[in-house]
């Protein structure tokens, strides 16, 4: 499967920004989806992720409450809605894919290329 996200940019501290992932392929609702992000000098780490279906849903304590991600599994795009944004939210920020199990254990095998979000104070 191949992985295209969007929607970066540039927002003030407390503002809202929506990505989008969209993938490639007949099987999408059989892949668990999810968000990754990754600062400066800082290691990639997950953000959210969803179920297959779109019933079952994760976060990472740090986005819990700002951050909602869902997916349309009729146009193969998942959603990462942010609001509230601070700071320390910026980085780049990556789509994910894996069959079988839930993106947020690791060894994902399909991601979709950066798209930078920067938050100004």
């Known amino acids: 499967v191949q992985l295209q996200a969007s929607g970066g940019g540039l927002v003030q501290t407390g503002g809202s920004l929506t990505l989008s992932c969209t993938a490639s392929g007949r099987t999408f609702s059989s892949y668990t989806m999810g968000w990754f992000r990754q600062a400066p000098g800082k290691e990639r780490e997950f953000v959210a992720s969803?179920?297959?279906?779109?019933?079952?849903?994760y976060y990472a304590d740090s986005v819990k409450g700002r951050f909602t991600i869902s997916r349309d599994n009729t146009k193969n795009t998942v959603y990462l809605r942010m609001n509230s944004l601070k700071p320390e939210d910026t980085a780049d920020y990556y789509c994910?894919?894996?069959?079988?199990?839930?993106?947020?254990?690791?060894?994902?095998?399909?991601w979709g290329q950066g798209t930078l979000v920067t938050v100004s104070s």
């Open positions: 969803i179920s297959g279906g779109g019933v079952n849903t």
């Open positions: 994910a894919a894996k069959l079988y199990s839930d993106v947020r254990f690791g060894s994902v095998k399909y």
